[in-house]
């Protein structure tokens, strides 16, 4: 049986940093930390006054911000946009983004993943890049009303024009918000026969604490807080003592997910209506 000896968690917060033209650096997920190969996650302080810029070269990267006490700028495709609590760039192969601290650091996940085979894009064209905020996602909340997402980037998810959100299989990546009682289903994550050896798939706690559980066994996650999942191991993810926000990561986005628990609430996911008297309209995942 899988215990929660067989995942990875590292506390980004004493993880080593190393100093950059920027600011810091924290690598917290790559291939020798969690065993990674689709996936590198670093975890950017942007200090007040300093501009992080990145190109994407051949490889898809998605810069969240984490948080922007003061604000700053985010400069991508020749238009600026601010930088606040929960805006970001999905840079696909070629892109560029300069991300600005003003007024005070910026505290950024960068999530970085190989273009992926056509087995695993399923005919998509791979971009274009773009920005997002809060304002320009849509929320989705689980039908037992204790789980909510916003997806940064997710190719089933639909726009309120009937667009893809993204146009890339590279990453499935967001938001999440536990409410106190919040948890998942009791799952795992396996591979496919365009991706055998699975999914990265990993958590980045943000605010509150968590408790991650791995067959009997279980750990609390404080802010701030890295647990890499390896392909098959079942777990499941619980708000402890109050509400939970964290990140989620799947890359690349081609996976067989197994539910183990009998909680068929929290298995489906709506989109929450576009006004007040609209039915809510599942997400199809497929």
Known sequence: MAT????????????????????LERTICSENLCGSKT???????????????????DDYHLVYVMAAPNGGL????????????????????????????????LELLHMVTPNPPA????????GPGYFFNRDTLRVLSDASGGRVRRFCAESSVRLLDGSRLTQTNA?????????????????????TSANPDGAAHCYMTFKGRGVVE???TSEELEPGTLVSFPPGVPHRLRAHGGALDYFEIQAWRSFKTTIYSEEELGLKWYYDPESPDAARKEWDQS
């Open 4 to 23: 929660i000896s067989d995942v990875s968690i590292i506390n980004s917060n004493t993880a080593e940093a190393k100093a950059v033209d920027s600011g």
């Open 39 to 57: 996936l590198t996650v670093y975890r950017r302080t942007v200090s007040d006054g300093r501009q992080f810029e990145t190109q994407s070269g």
């Open 74 to 105: 985010i400069r991508f495709n020749d238009e600026t946009h601010p930088a606040e609590d929960g805006a970001g760039v999905l840079l696909v192969p070629g892109d560029s983004v300069q991300f600005e601290a003003s007024g005070s650091d």
């Open 119 to 126: 087995g695993v894009e399923k005919e998509l064209p791979g």
């Open 171 to 191: 990453i499935q990546a967001g938001e999440m918000h536990y409410h106190e009682g919040g948890a998942s289903p009791y799952h795992s994550h396996g591979g």
């Open 214 to 216: 791995v067959g009997d």
